[in-house]
């Protein structure tokens, strides 16, 4: 007898296996994102640092292999049902009372906005088929504190009291003594106010709250390291927002804190650092995805309260890349061009490559992330002509037209921030001299996390808010220990020297620092400092010796903070 086909799953049915097999695979997500960030701790003092670096790597990848399984197990659900959003709106619908007790149901939402994109490619957003905005006025689970006040002694003693309480007394190496220089520098300070976790990243683990008087709050860090020699130390102190801007920044790569509520602990922090977008902060502590989700309902909203448009980005014309701005927005969109004009030889694939490794690498302080966007959908009325003719021109792979409406199919979002040839054309010397030094310690700093830019031109190279000299020209980007440094060959007749083309066999990965000054454009007094204080880099010893270390397993520490927080312990 032949076997008698189940009947089909009823609408209703389906939506709720479908939402319980999204709602699985976030506990999944949560579960190994807990595991990954509670090792922090363990990593830290045993000093297992490329251990530590291995763990930020796995947990960055860790939201694409997870949401890739559910998505084929949702296709294998819904079968030729798959793009009826009919059972898709039932099933956010359950989903969304599966997460009302998740303490980080915000990140679920983000999660299952992934999962409709994966399946639909929207283009802009569709409320009834993923969440546009949450759908709880209130968070629907309360927090328990995530702070806590240590008041009634003197500052050093509170100071030795809260750290000893994340670090047992016996593993600190002369706590007392840098307890109290952190106290003195706190001056007229009576009470602290903590975040009950601890902030791992690279070889640094961060005690993150604020001080408070008289006068009210201020915003304070201890910075802690673990060297390889002793015990744990108290190595700087960070007051001020301007200071936990740099610890925070989009620049640096993100922290691993064990907090339940994501939710609470960023809406405390931007109560810190009330420049810093909920957007940032989400992505500082390893919700990146929900990072976007936050960004563009920041942008969504600032577009219905605003009326400029879209221009081309102040800089130099890129060779790969479009990029545009709202001069009311501090972000720049940035569009792979359909060809690159001479002499670049990459495609987009390899540009695409090159993105990924800065998401995925310590990026040091110096490397601007880019998160990507699909399928974004703006009003044309938004574009200011020229930018739309160049867009529908050069990126007509990427951009074409709707109706009222521009469809952009894939596109980097980074902070705006101005680069750093216009800088130098302002006129301010003594701005000029620091910009130029500091531009010497971004490619330092670079180098130490095993990344050589490529391209040194000043025109790729841009300076924050805060004054920092920052990379984001990432086509010609690549790991230091693949370069060739080599020493620029001495011509052997005049006719050689006087040639127009290398006279000498050049492979492509040889790179030839004795080259660089030549095309730094620099205003004299610039110049002639940065050649004082970074004059090394102008030689093939220094990449090469910066590569023995590398190569050895050495993992040189790039700081987060200026040398002056560091307390000097004798």
Not at 110 to 139: C, H, K, M, Y
Not at 221 to 243: N, Q, R
Not at 363 to 388: D, Q, T, V
């Amino acid at each position: 007898m032949s076997e008698i086909a189940a009947p089909p799953l009823t609408d209703s049915r389906l939506a709720a296996l479908c939402a319980d097999a999204a709602r699985d695979a976030f506990a999944e997500y949560e579960r190994h994102f807990d595991e990954i960030t509670r090792r922090a701790r363990d990593r830290f003092l045993n000093r297992e640092w490329q251990g530590s670096f291995d763990d930020a790597r796995e947990r960055l990848r860790l939201y694409s292999l997870i949401l890739g399984s559910l998505t084929n197990r949702v296709r294998e659900l819904m079968a030729d049902r798959i793009e009826d959003r009919a059972i898709w709106s039932a099933t956010k619908a359950v989903y969304s009372a599966h997460i009302s007790r998740s303490q980080r149901w915000d990140v679920a939402e983000s999660f299952f906005n992934s999962l409709t994109r994966r399946v639909f490619a929207t283009e802009g957003v569709n409320s009834a088929i993923e969440f546009l905005d949450t759908d709880f006025d209130q968070p629907p689970a309360q927090p328990g504190e995530i702070t806590r006040c240590y008041s009634g002694a003197p500052i050093s003693r509170l100071v030795q009291q809260l750290l000893t309480e994340h670090f047992a007394e016996e593993l600190w190496q002369n706590l007392p003594a840098a307890a109290a220089i952190a106290a003195e520098r706190l001056g007229d300070a009576e009470q602290l106010e903590i975040v009950g976790c601890v902030f791992y990243r690279g070889r640094g683990a961060y005690v993150v709250g604020r001080a408070m008087d008289a006068s009210g709050a201020v915003p304070i860090a201890f910075c802690l390291l673990h060297p390889d020699e002793g015990g744990i130390t108290l190595d700087a102190l960070l007051i001020g927002e301007a200071d936990l801007a740099i610890l925070f920044s989009y620049t640096r790569a993100y922290f691993r804190v064990d907090t339940q509520c994501p939710h609470a602990l960023v809406r405390w922090l931007r109560d810190v650092m009330q420049r810093k977008r909920l957007a940032e902060l989400y992505n500082a502590i390893g919700y990146n995805r929900h990072a976007k989700t936050e960004f563009y309902r920041n942008f969504v909203e600032h577009l219905q309260s605003s009326d400029d448009c879209f221009i081309e980005a102040e800089g130099t014309r890129g060779m790969v890349m479009i990029v545009f701005t709202l001069p009311s927005y501090d972000v720049v969109f940035k569009l792979i061009r359909d060809r690159f004009d001479q002499p670049k030889e990459s495609d987009r694939r390899e540009v695409m490559r090159r993105y990924k490794l800065v998401f995925e690498h310590d990026r040091a302080g110096r490397l601007i992330e880019a998160h990507e966007f699909e399928h974004l959908r703006i009003a044309r009325s938004r574009f200011e002509k020229s930018l739309l003719d160049e867009l529908l021109r050069d990126a007509g792979e990427t951009v074409r037209l709707e109706g009222d409406n521009v469809i952009i199919s894939h596109a980097y979002v980074e902070r705006r921030v101005r680069p750093l040839n216009l800088f130098f054309t302002d006129g301010d010397e003594n701005a000029a001299i620091e910009a130029a030094c500091d531009y010497g310690q971004a490619i330092k700093d670079l180098a130490a996390s095993n990344i050589f830019p490529g391209d040194l031109l000043t025109k790729n190279f841009g300076l924050t808010r805060r004054g920092r000299v920052v990379f984001y020209d990432y086509d010609e980007l690549c790991f230091l220990t693949d370069c060739n440094f080599r020493e620029l060959p001495q011509s052997r007749s005049y006719e050689e020297e006087m040639s127009a083309e290398p006279w000498f066999s050049v492979r492509e990965n040889d790179i030839f620092p004795e080259e660089f000054p030549r095309f730094l454009s620099f205003p004299e007094s610039a110049r002639t400092e940065l050649v004082k204080r970074h004059g090394d880099l102008f030689h093939p010893q220094f990449w090469r010796e910066m590569q023995q270390r590398l190569r050895a397993g050495e993992l040189p520490q790039v700081f987060p903070y200026a040398p002056e927080r560091r307390l000097a312990v004798a």
